[in-house]
């Protein structure tokens, strides 16, 4: 079974599969070690990660199409990638679909804020009228050559005008072809059990600590029947803090050897990125 077709397969089941951001190749092989059975391309830790700055529309097309190329390269599991607003207008969404099949993932969602975006959880969100948030994501519907990959459609319309606009436009964007929704930040439970009982396409709920949305337990999410349960940034802050932890130690202690309990073995990290499967691969071309 393709991967995309898995990841379906999962999304259909509206079971709320619980799945980790990643922020670059190590952080997407720990999530597939973990036992997850998806890993998703976090926008805001790429923008971080990468670039060194805020997710507010500095990443463009090639920067994450080759993020997302590098990351579904890294393991074997589905991966869903944030594709921000499509980078432009319908035309544009057409070929970052294409961009972003030809990369390997299994899934990318598209949100409906102007241009340039910002994280969810930020405010002073502005969206794009819903008519052309419909065509956008039938152009994204369109342009992808697999019918099994996944599109998500993303509104900030919450944020931006209220829950009424957002389940409008997930409305919308259902009949255009999204096969996910995505509801950015309702403030509330009333509102999130509002989300689940009037829109009948599976649901993916942005678990986003230290966010607008309420971080309800994950059994509650399931018997409202969401499919997707996303940790977006999870791994990133709590990798920056072991590291941030660490150099502040070192700094205090002019000292590594007393530190040896915060390393992963050098040997179990070769292991992660395999080392000794290249090495082997590599004597099955060596010159006799």
Known sequence: MSRRRALRRLVDQKAGVVIPGAYDGVSAKLVERAGFPAVYMTGYGTSASRLGLPDLG????????????????????????????????????????????????????????????????????????????????????????????????????????????????????????????????PRDEAQVERIARELGTPLLYNYAPGGRSPLLPFARLRSLGFAIILLPVDTLLVAVKAMADFLREVKTRDDVLSLADRYVAFREFNDLIGVNAQLALAQQYAVE
Request: with cysteine.
């Open 58 to 185: 500095f990443a463009g097309l090639a920067e994450m199409a080759d993020h997302a190329r590098n990351m579904a390269a890294a393991v074997d599991v589905p991966l869903i990638a944030d594709a921000d607003t499509g980078y432009g207008n319908a035309l544009s969404v057409r070929r970052t679909v294409a961009a972003y099949e030809a990369a390997g993932v299994a899934a990318l969602h598209i949100e409906d804020q102007v241009a340039p975006k910002r994280c969810g959880h930020l405010s002073g969100h502005q969206v794009i009228p819903r008519g052309e948030f419909a065509g956008k994501i039938r152009a994204a519907a369109e342009a992808r050559t697999d019918p099994d990959l996944l599109i998500i459609a993303r509104t900030d319309a919450i944020s931006a005008m209220d829950v009424d606009e957002a389940l409008r436009r997930g409305e919308a964007a259902a009949k255009a072809g999204a096969d996910v929704l995505f509801i950015e930040a």
